[in-house]
Structures are given as structure tokens and as C-alpha cells.
């Protein structure tokens, strides 16, 4: 089995190399290893997540812990850079960095500090904050309710 950890130590690896193909590849297991985290981050609440992972970054970004939001908020920024690495041959990787390798190297950091900000969060009075606060959020709107199951209840 792997974790969304050894997806972003492959992406490190890979974000080194030359080539455009792996940098793209990189990039795009930054986002995946990160978005395994926050999954199983949310799963350890006791929140079963039954929608796509690209939904994960829109609800911890409005969670009230700052760390958690904090996280959310680069994991969708991940997920920009993730469309244009995969999707978007056609232009350059880069498009607003004249430095491909170093656009890479920062989408590896910014998992790596997704990675860090939800181990901070592990502690159990967080737990508890985050997911009152996912509560909340999930019965905000019925629709997006159902998506989810909370597996605590």
C-alpha cells in the first residue's frame, strides 16, 4: 500500500529532473499525495468522504481552525497547478515563472507544508475544533450533506 507521503517524496524526485514530462508528473503527485492526506486527515475524524478528492480543498478552506484553512487554501492553489500540468500540454508549464523547475519545486514544498499543517492539527482538542466546524459546514447546504456521511454518528 502507499501513502500520500510517498507520493510527495516522489514528486521531490522527480521535480529535479530535466524533462518536462517528469516535472508535470511531479507536480501532479504533489497534488494527489497531498490531497491522500487531507483525506485521510478528514477520515480520521470520523467523516467518511464519498465525493471526488478535488472537493477537499472548498470545505477545509472554510473550516475555522487557520492551519486547516491554511491548508485547504494551498491545496487548491495545488490543484490549479495540477489542471495545467496535466491538462494543458499545450502551454507552458510555467506560464508566470520564466523557472519551470522552480514552479515544481514549489508545488513539492507547498504539499510537504499541507502534510506538516494537518500533522500540527492532529492534536485532539483540534480534532474536536475541526470537526465542529466541518459540522457546520455540511449542514449549511442539504446537497452538499449528502455527499457526506459522518461515520461518528
Known amino acids: 500500500m502507499i501513502s500520500g507521503s510517498q507520493f510527495i517524496d516522489l514528486a521531490g524526485k522527480l521535480a529535479v529532473r530535466p524533462a ?6 511531479a507536480i501532479s503527485r504533489a497534488y494527489y499525495g497531498a490531497c491522500h492526506l487531507a483525506k485521510a486527515y478528514i477520515e480520521g475524524l470520523g467523516i467518511e468522504v464519498k465525493v471526488t478528492m478535488h472537493d477537499l480543498d472548498r470545505w477545509l478552506s472554510v473550516n475555522d481552525n ?12 495545488q490543484h ?11 502551454e507552458e508549464l510555467a506560464r508566470h515563472s520564466a523557472d ?9 514544498e507547498s504539499a510537504r507544508e499541507i502534510e506538516s499543517l494537518l500533522r500540527e ?3 485532539e482538542e483540534i480534532k ?3 470537526q465542529a ?6 449542514t449549511s ?9 459522518n461515520s461518528a454518528n
Open 20 to 25: 518536462e514530462a517528469e516535472q508535470r508528473t
Open 66 to 77: 487557520p492551519e486547516v484553512k491554511r491548508a485547504g487554501q494551498k491545496l487548491s492553489d
Open 80 to 90: 490549479s497547478h495540477r489542471i495545467r500540468a496535466d491538462y494543458k500540454i499545450d
Open 100 to 108: 519551470p523547475v522552480r514552479l515544481v519545486q514549489m508545488c513539492v
Open 121 to 123: 492539527c492532529s492534536r
Open 128 to 130: 474536536q475544533q475541526v
Open 133 to 138: 466546524s466541518i459540522r457546520r459546514f455540511l
Open 141 to 149: 447546504d442539504p446537497k452538499l450533506a449528502r455527499s457526506y456521511r
